[in-house]
């Protein structure tokens, strides 16, 4: 049976489908589902939450460790970073209506993707269904470097002159919006649990406001943590102006597929303190001002 959404509790779970609601969902649906619901119906504040904690400590830990000397002003790369994270906010709120995590349950609810006609339990399936989604988005960042059309939108991620935890959100609406609907389709394939996918979420998140953040965590500590993670160190190598640099290092947050797929640099060529962020074309931050950053795919694409 298709449980329906009920008027109260769904908030940002609602569905807004012209046929009227069609998820609800009563206690005693059982354990999994419930913890599901509990994850769509608080999804919201959970990842504001951990966004908002992961965001200071990293923003404190910068100020009291940092790896690098900032090259330009943090005032006005602050202001379009975070402005641009606004805008991801209500862009992925506006323009989808029916929340992918929602959408996960819906795929459950009609035994839809592999774990549910393998009958994997939630557990497994969710674990695993993290560790699929995490290739697909190293796999998503590769094409979005070789394929021009994409390059033009991820590359006003690489336009920042410097890399500190703002960067981690600092990513071209059209980009949120394809990886949304790459994500979406992931998770009706495999049948993904809606908790998990709210965990990845959370993760990814996590993770890029991390691994893009101006700390020093020393050398001994990153080599042994970017066995399992990628560390702010292994990404800053991403950020290269040296286009052999900016091709390598894709992962997000498990560091194994870029060994996997020999995409793997270990340190950048000039240093981490004297190695140069950015685009080579892209140098001028008066010509980075936010409203042009959002139309430099459609403005500039001759400089990418
Ligand atoms: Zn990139
Ligand atoms: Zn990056």
Not at 3 to 21: E, H, I, M
Not at 138 to 156: A, D, E, K, S, T
Not at 174 to 182: R, Y
Not at 255 to 281: C, E, S
């Amino acid at each position: 049976m298709l449980p329906v959404f009920n008027a109260r509790g769904c908030g940002s779970a609602s569905l807004f489908v012209p046929t009227g609601p069609i998820l609800s969902y009563t206690i005693g649906y059982g354990k999994v589902l419930s913890v599901n619901m509990f994850v769509i119906d608080n999804a919201i504040w959970i990842r504001l939450g951990s966004f908002a904690g992961i965001f200071l400590l990293m923003a404190v830990w910068e100020i009291a460790a940092p790896r690098r000397v900032l090259r330009t002003p943090k005032g006005a790369r602050w202001f379009n970073n975070l402005s641009i994270t606004a805008l991801n906010s209500l862009v992925g709120r506006f323009i989808f209506p029916l929340q992918a995590a929602a959408l996960a349950l819906v795929a459950q609810e009609r035994g839809l993707g592999l774990f549910h006609y393998l009958n994997v339990p939630s557990l497994p399936a969710g674990v695993l269904s993290i560790v699929l989604l995490d290739l697909a988005i190293y796999l998503q960042h590769v094409v979005f470097h070789r394929v021009r059309v994409f390059w033009y939108f991820h590359g006003m991620h690489h336009t920042d002159l410097d890399i500190d935890v703002t960067t981690g959100a600092r990513f071209h609406p059209v980009e949120i919006v394809l990886s949304l609907l790459i994500k979406m389709g992931i998770i009706v394939l495999l049948g993904t649990p809606a908790w998990s996918f709210v965990a990845f979420e959370v993760l990814l998140n996590a993770t890029s406001m991390f691994n893009h953040s101006n700390i020093s965590i020393g050398t001994a500590v990153d080599r042994v943590l970017r066995l399992i993670v990628v560390t702010p160190d292994m990404h800053r190598v991403h950020h290269s102006v040296i286009i052999g640099e900016h091709d390598s290092n894709f992962g997000f947050n498990l560091p194994w597929w870029d060994r996997l797929f020999h995409t793997y640099k270990g340190q950048p060529r000039d240093g981490h303190r004297d190695m140069v962020i950015g685009l080579a074309n892209f140098r001028d931050p008066k010509r980075l001002g936010l409203v042009r950053l959002i139309l430099l795919p459609f403005l500039e694409r001759k400089k990418f």
